[in-house]
């Protein structure tokens, strides 16, 4: 049987530099086969939890800069936001998009929502 040929899955990880300002860059998830399903059907190795919950913003919310207390995953849900990290760089994310925030220390990122929709995201809390 011949492997298909998947687009990769792909994660925005959000860390602090040595510099000690945050930066985003793109991660490809690793996938394997799952053992028994169909030769299309692969997964990520596990994430342990610590909690997850959804989070309800108002549009027009601005939070200045500061850090995420535990790494997490951001999964928007619906609405858009903009995170800013050093160097004025911006990310816009939309639904669907899957952010791991992991810039713990350091100057920290900037969000807002942005248009006049609500925010809404999965926070998936993986450590502390």
């Known amino acids: 049987m011949i492997a298909q040929q998947h687009e990769p899955a792909t994660v925005t990880r959000r860390y602090t530099g040595a510099d ?13 086969p799952v053992p028994g ?10 994430v ?10 108002a549009p027009g919310f601005l939070e200045d800069w500061h850090n995420p207390d535990v790494p997490r995953y951001v999964i ?3 609405g858009r936001t903009e ?5 004025e760089q911006k990310l816009v994310a939309q639904p669907g998009q899957v952010v791991l925030a992991e810039d713990l220390t350091g100057k920290g ?6 248009g006049d929709s609500d925010w809404v995201a999965l926070f998936v809390d993986t450590g502390k």
């Open 48 to 57: 342990s939890r610590k909690n997850s919950y959804v989070v309800h913003i």
């Open 76 to 78: 928007t849900i619906r």
């Open 109 to 114: 990122h900037r969000f807002r929502v942005l």
């Open 37 to 46: 399903a169909h030769a299309s059907v692969e997964r990520s190795e596990p």
């Open 20 to 32: 000690g300002l945050s930066h985003f860059e793109q991660v490809n998830v690793k996938l394997s």
């Open 83 to 87: 995170m800013e990290v050093a160097g």
